[in-house]
């Protein structure tokens, strides 16, 4: 119950059947800074839904992912709601969901 956000998202890795490797390609991060994600360091808001999506998580696994960081995906931030109905619609490419965004005129994740 009072797991770290780091020991959540491991767990979450471990039980993915993925391998850390795949998971950081997937989620296009830098494999030193997904190791320093590793070691304890909480990432950017960003980062997490990169990772959120590689993991394939759901719209409430996301969000148990990000608030074990401090973070949530907003009703009131454009970007969320569109991240979010990705994430609902199953639609798990990072690189689709950053052309969406940037169509939109907003930040990538």
Request: glycine share 4%; charged share 30%; proline share 1%.
């Amino acid at each position: 119950m009072n797991e770290t956000f780091t020991e959540l998202l491991f767990s979450l890795i471990d039980n993915s059947g993925k391998t850390d490797v795949e998971i950081y390609k997937e989620a296009d991060i830098d494999r030193r800074h997904f190791s320093k994600i590793r070691g304890g360091l909480v990432p950017r808001k960003e980062t997490i839904i990169r990772l959120a999506i590689a993991l394939q998580l759901t719209e409430v696994e996301t969000n148990k992912l990000l608030m074990k960081a401090g973070y949530a995906l907003s009703d009131c931030i454009q970007r969320d709601v569109l991240v979010s109905e990705c994430i609902k619609q199953k639609k798990f490419d990072i690189w689709s969901i950053n052309y969406m965004l940037s169509i939109h005129n907003l930040k990538m994740v």
